[in-house]
Every structure is written in structure tokens, then in C-alpha cells.
């Protein structure tokens, strides 16, 4: 079965430090999507992205942020300098244009910011 | 603005306990409500996913149901085993692109 896949599964990165989240969506999927959960809290939507844009973004998602699909199989998030309450599973997701309205997400990536 | 709540925040059960978690929600304009599971320091495993249409979806020893009306969701295990210690989390697909999920409950489940 197709899934969404993350890399790395933990990152550790010194605060300031420029961080690329990575995740490559199931391959027919056109709207992508990055979700962040803090230790201990609820799974919080960060943005969304189709056709090469922004569609929609959630307070959280500030000039720090970004998102990128350099090519046919990457969706990227930046994080530009890093802050200590940055530290989060980041977890991606995709979903395709038809169907059922529904996001399959990825095992997640673990940012730690020292 | 849609809220979900997710009701015990944490419930311990003897193992072959059958258990309800809930999950409520306050914008009854949904697309549809996904049940997860996540174990501690892990991603999220989808469980079942319930459309606006429909009243309720299995999985072996799972059983979502959906009240939109209501704004409520229960998930219904069955014959509880260890293994099922997690994590279960209730997400909700309304009018943006997001998904709004609940703040869990976590389940364990004593052999």
C-alpha cells in the first residue's frame, strides 16, 4: 500500500540553526500538508499546499516557515532560525483530488531544537 | 471555529474490558471524522475514517460510530487486549483544508 513517507525520523539542531523537514507524498496526491505536535499537546495544522501554493495556513505558520515542492516527489518544510518551542513531531500528509476527502499521514519527524 | 474534545483524557481498563471512547465536536459541517492511534513517540495510525454520510464503520475488533447532528463520535473496542495501549486520537475534516484533532485519550490497558 502507497504511504507517505518522512526523513529523517529525528533531527537535533542547535537554536538559530536552518532546518528542511522532507517528506515524499503517495505519488498521484496533489495537496500536501504539514501538521506539528508539541509534547504532551494536540496535533496542530500548520498548511496547506496545491498547485504550487499556499492554500491555506494556520496562525502558527509564520515568516519562519515554508514550504516547497522542488520536484515531482518532494514536499519540503523550512524552518528559517530555529527556536526552542519549535521542538515537535512535524508530520506530513497528503490526499489525492478525488475519493474520499482523506489525508494519509506520514510517521512523522521529530525536531529537537538545543 | 471547530473545536474537538475528547472524552476520558486517560482510562485505565482491566484486559477483555470492552470500552467507548468519545469525541465531541462543536461544527456539525463536516466532511468526515478519522479515528488514530498513536503510541508514545510515534505517527499517527489511522483507524477508521467515518464520512459525513455514514452512521458508524468496523474494523475487527473496532467500531466507530458518527452522530453529526449531535457533534459526536464514539469508538467502541472490543475484548480489550495490551497490545491495544495507545494513544487514540479523533480528527475532524470540516470546510478548510485542515484537519482538527482532538487532545487524545490515553488508553491502558492491564494484563
Known amino acids: 500500500e502507497p504511504e507517505v513517507t518522512q526523513t529523517p525520523s529525528h533531527q537535533v539542531t542547535q537554536m538559530g540553526q536552518e532546518v528542511i523537514l522532507r517528506c515524499v507524498p503517495i505519488?498521484?496526491?496533489?495537496?500536501f500538508y504539514w501538521y506539528r505536535q508539541i509534547l504532551g499537546q494536540k496535533v496542530e495544522f500548520l498548511v496547506s499546499?496545491?498547485?504550487?501554493?499556499?492554500?491555506?495556513k494556520s496562525e502558527i505558520f509564520d515568516d519562519q516557515f515554508s514550504v516547497e515542492r522542488p520536484d515531482g516527489s518532494n514536499f519540503t518544510l523550512k524552518i528559517r532560525s530555529t527556536k526552542l518551542e519549535d521542538s515537535a513531531m512535524y508530520f506530513c500528509a497528503s490526499r489525492g483530488l478525488r475519493g474520499k476527502n482523506i489525508q494519509y499521514f506520514g510517521a512523522g519527524t521529530r525536531l529537537s531544537v538545543l | 471555529k471547530q473545536e474537538v474534545t475528547q472524552i476520558p483524557a486517560a482510562l485505565s481498563v482491566p484486559e477483555g474490558e470492552n470500552l467507548v471512547l468519545n469525541c465531541s465536536f462543536t461544527d456539525s459541517a463536516i466532511y468526515n471524522l478519522q479515528w488514530f492511534r498513536q503510541d508514545p513517540g510515534k505517527g499517527l495510525t489511522s483507524l477508521l475514517l467515518?464520512?459525513?454520510?455514514?452512521r458508524e464503520q468496523t474494523s475487527g475488533r473496532l467500531n466507530a460510530s458518527l452522530d453529526k447532528s449531535s457533534g459526536r463520535s464514539t469508538l467502541y473496542i472490543a475484548a480489550s487486549q495490551p497490545g491495544d495501549s495507545a494513544t487514540y486520537l479523533c480528527?475532524?475534516?470540516?470546510?478548510?483544508?485542515?484537519?482538527?484533532f482532538g487532545a487524545g485519550t490515553r488508553l491502558t490497558v492491564k494484563p
Open positions: 499546499f496545491y498547485n504550487n501554493e499556499i492554500s491555506e
Open positions: 480528527a475532524v475534516k470540516g470546510r478548510g483544508n485542515d484537519m482538527r
Open positions: 467515518i464520512q459525513s454520510s455514514q
Open positions: 505519488s498521484n496526491h496533489l495537496y
